[in-house]
C-alpha cells in the first residue's frame, strides 16, 4: 500500500508558515507500507492536522491524498490503524471494554493475546479499572494496545510516548514494531523533539 500526498496544505495556514516543510506544498511526497516516517515538527506546525488528513477525520486541506493497494476497490479506513494524541478512549467504560470496542469488531486478537499485552505494558491489574481513573500515561498505553487490535497497512501515531517513561518506551516500541514488521505495515510518526526511537526509513520536517 502506499499513501500519496501532492501539494497538501492546511487551509488554515499562510504559505510562509510551511515554505520550509518536507511535506506540505510538495509536489509528490509518498509513504510505503512497510517502512517507518518520523515526522518532526514543533507545536502548532501541523502534525496532528497532517494525520488527520491522512485519516479522513479532517478535510480542511488544499491539494490531494490518494491511496493505492494491490486491490485498490477493497480500499477502507481499516487498512489504517491510529493512536490519537488525546487517546480518544471512552471515560466510562473499562480498559477491557475500550480494548474489546474494536476488537470485537475484527477479531483480530484473542482475549489471552490482550492480557498478554496488557501484562507486558503494565497493565493488566487494571483490566476493569474505569479510564477515567487512569493516569495520562496508562491512557495513553492503552490507546496504542487498542490501535494495536485491527489488522493494518499503516500505524498513524500522533506523539505517542509523550506521558510515557523511558523504561514503557522501550517496552511499547518493541511491541510495536513487532506488530508492524508481522503484518509488513508502515509506521508514520509525529513527534517535538529528536528521540530516534525506531529505525526509521525517512525522516521528514513539517
Not at 133 to 155: D, H, K, N, Y
Amino acid at each position: 500500500m502506499q499513501i500519496v500526498l501532492q501539494h497538501i496544505k492546511p487551509t488554515y495556514m499562510m504559505d510562509a508558515e510551511i515554505n520550509a516543510s518536507d511535506i506540505y506544498l510538495q509536489k509528490n511526497i509518498v509513504f510505503n507500507s512497510g517502512e517507518f516516517y518520523l515526522i518532526k515538527a514543533n507545536s502548532g506546525n501541523g502534525k496532528s492536522s497532517l494525520l488527520n488528513f491522512i485519516y479522513g477525520v479532517n478535510s480542511n486541506y488544499s491539494g490531494k491524498i490518494t491511496f493505492s493497494t494491490n486491490d485498490q476497490s477493497s480500499f477502507k479506513i481499516d487498512k489504517l490503524s491510529y493512536v490519537f494524541q488525546d487517546f480518544k478512549l471512552f471515560e466510562a467504560l473499562s480498559v477491557i471494554e475500550n480494548i474489546q470496542i474494536k476488537n470485537k469488531l475484527t477479531n483480530f486478537k484473542t482475549d489471552l493475546q490482550i492480557e498478554t499485552l496488557l501484562q507486558k505494558v503494565g497493565l493488566l491489574h487494571k483490566k476493569n479499572a474505569l479510564v477515567k481513573t487512569l493516569s495520562l500515561g496508562q491512557r495513553q498505553r492503552v490507546s496504542i494496545i487498542r490501535a494495536l487490535c485491527m489488522p493494518f497497512e499503516f500505524l498513524l501515531l500522533d506523539e505517542p510516548f509523550s506521558h510515557l517513561d523511558n523504561d514503557n518506551i522501550k517496552i511499547l516500541t518493541t511491541i510495536i514494531e513487532k506488530q508492524c514488521k508481522a503484518q509488513n505495515a508502515g509506521i508514520i510518526l509525529t513527534t517535538l523533539n529528536n528521540d530516534y526511537l525506531f529505525n526509521y526509513d525517512s525522516i521528514l520536517n513539517l
